[in-house]
């Protein structure tokens, strides 16, 4: 009886957990504004006649304004004028709403000026340009844009390494993190509670005790359901500097929809880890969530970190203005260290109107020759990525997909599968992870460019998120990226055309799919 009790208590626990869970609260709050929304519409048909007039007239301001936008990519376009035709009363209110990819104007601004407060303190390698300019002049074009736009400079003197999976990653974050004499950052998408973050948590704890700079930033909606609410302030109990990125409060507000999806931890300014690995147990396969998690990073050694700690502090000092911060001693010169690869730190945001990681992607894309591997988790381009990846094929280069075999989320998994057919036609390859869910984001053009980090294939990625990324500039450690792509396509099955195939009902499901993607 005793046991059956306790089994019934632990349920209703459970289920009372689940109802009052903040991600639960959360989506009913909008729902009810939905719904309150077009009630209102509806209560107000005594005045329809001012009703409708003032709607049809902010539809027709809101879409010449979407219109005008020239940054806005047009799939996003379309989609909304589509909507604009479906409800031309309530369009206008809830592009106004939901419809501005840009986020608030107030944090446009602290971050542009945390920006320029970093400005003199971030370094430059010119003879690295040089190098660069030397060995590979059209990676070369690729590095002057990144450093012009991003900002990000090319760096000589910085060992990298380069991990296939959580695992290895986490192994080497640990002897990192032990090892900090001055300053850790750690900045992700997602936390969550388990033997990942139970250990770095504890280290962090430690090492604020004793004093050293410990910041933590993470993704408030990331974290939504799997960390109390309020962990900053727990953390900030703890000595340990901490903030959630743009809290979910919930209103009908697009800004909402930007979120900080990049994933950074540099120790001392002088070792940073970049890639897809957030710090939840499935990352590193102690949760099994969607058979075998394969995720990829890279841990840079040198002046390069010092980059990754400049655009931690850049986000830091938007969301803290007046908080003190002596960034000269944060920032401190790095010693180089032997290498034989180039390193380019790279953030993207949606603040800047400058759509970086995209523009990089198609950079590696259009700079091709030879082959061009791309793991992605999720696959759903603008017709920007799908020309020029057909494109790449048409010319001859060997270009190939990785795409996961186990979906973490079934509705994109299928709205990605509904871009298999025209890369297939066009020549691409297309392989599907078959141990499990591929979440690793990194590219290989030639064997003499990669790129390592944050960024899906995705519109929130490309267009919404906080990213970042690495760029590796030949060296050693891009013969270890091959060779993990080379284990992928062992390990995946590849992706015929009959494949595709869905029928009237999944064609149109797609099509439906791929309408609504730019607005998601």
Known sequence: MSGRKFTWCHVVRKILSLVFSRLVVTGILLLVQFVWLFVLFFRLSEYAAWVNGVGLALSVLMCLA??????????????????????????????????????????????????????????????????????????????????????????????????????????????????AQKSIYVESFIIGMGEMWGQIH??????????????????????????????????????????????????????????????????????????????????????????????????????????????????????????????????????????????????????????????????????????????????ILDNDLITALGLAAKRGVEVKIFTPGIPDKPTIYLMTRSYFPALLRAGVHIYTYTPGFLHAKTWLCDDRVAAVGTVNLDYRSLYLHFECSALLYGGKVLEDILADMQSIEKESAPVALEDCRTGFLGTLHSAVLRLVAPLC
């Open 202 to 379: 504890e280290i962090l704890r430690r090492k604020a005790a004793q004093g050293l700079d410990v910041r933590v930033c993470y993704d408030d909606a990331g974290c939504l359901s799997l960390l109390p609410h309020n962990y900053d302030e727990t953390l900030r109990a703890e000595g340990i500097r901490a903030f959630s990125f743009n809290r979910c409060v919930p209103l009908l507000n697009l800004v909402m929809n930007n979120r900080d999806h990049r994933k950074i931890m540099v120790i001392d300014g002088r070792i940073a880890f970049t890639g897809g690995v957030n710090l939840a147990d499935e990352y590193i396969n102690k949760l099994v969530r969607f058979g075998y998690w394969k995720d990829s990073g890279v841990r840079l050694e040198g002046p390069a970190a010092r980059s990754f700690a400049n655009i931690f502090l850049a986000f830091w000092k938007a969301h803290y203005p007046q908080e003190p911060l002596d960034l000269e001693a944060a920032l401190l010169p790095v010693a180089p260290l032997p290498t034989d690869c180039l390193v380019q730190p790279f953030a993207d945001s949606p603040v800047d109107r400058e759509s970086v990681a995209k523009n990089v992607y198609l950079e590696l894309i259009n700079q091709a020759q030879k082959r061009l591997y791309i793991c992605t988790p999720y696959l």
């Open 66 to 179: 979407l219109i005008r936008q020239d940054s806005t990519v047009p799939e996003f376009k379309i989609s909304w004028l589509i909507l604009f035709t479906v409800m031309p009363v309530q369009g206008g209110l809830l592009y106004l709403l939901w419809g501005d990819k840009r986020p608030a104007i107030r944090l446009r601004h602290r971050l542009e000026r945390a920006e320029a407060q970093l400005v003199p303190l971030r370094t430059a390698d010119p003879a690295a340009q040089e190098l660069l300019e030397h060995r590979d002049p059209r990676a070369a074009q690729t590095a002057r844009y990144v450093r012009d736009f991003a900002p990000g400079p090319v760096f000589d003197g910085t060992a990298v390494r380069y991990y296939p999976s959580g695992e290895a990653m986490f192994a080497d974050m640990l002897p990192a993190l032990q090892s």
